[in-house]
């Protein structure tokens, strides 16, 4: 990011890491190149700066939200992702269960249906590593 970076794009930044975590963000920055530093930096002021730091929705509702919708588009990566972030939002696994539901209903029974597994399977990791 230049010197001259927007305020939204500092904040956007200070989101994602309170989201996502600081090791994520860390690897992303660091695995960033001069072709996808552009869409990093657009992400962090659009998504993180513009959306996520909104006042009107706390955290969990957006996890909630974004994980549904994640769902519903087959973005199977970005599901486990924010599924991961929960960690960080608030939103527990009856959360995402009941949004999932929703997917499932207003989506498809097959995009819930796989967003579940994936969902499943990041638990397991999750309970796994405070196992460790």
Do not use: C
């Amino acid at each position: 990011m230049s010197d001259t970076a927007s305020e939204r794009y500092h904040q956007g930044m200070v989101t994602r890491r309170s989201v996502l975590g600081d090791a994520h963000v860390d690897r992303a920055q660091a695995a960033s190149t001069e072709f996808d530093r552009p869409f990093q930096e657009l992400i962090t002021e659009a998504a993180w700066g513009h959306v996520w730091s909104r006042p009107e929705l706390t955290k969990r509702e957006r996890s909630m939200i974004t994980i549904a919708l994640l769902a519903a588009l087959g973005q199977d990566d970005e599901v486990a992702m924010h599924v991961r972030a929960t960690a960080n939002t608030g939103a527990s696994r009856e959360d995402i269960r009941e949004a999932l539901l929703h997917v499932a209903i207003y989506a498809g029974v097959p995009a819930a249906n796989h967003a579940i597994k994936i969902a499943k399977q990041v638990f397991e990791q999750m309970d796994a590593g405070k196992a460790a």
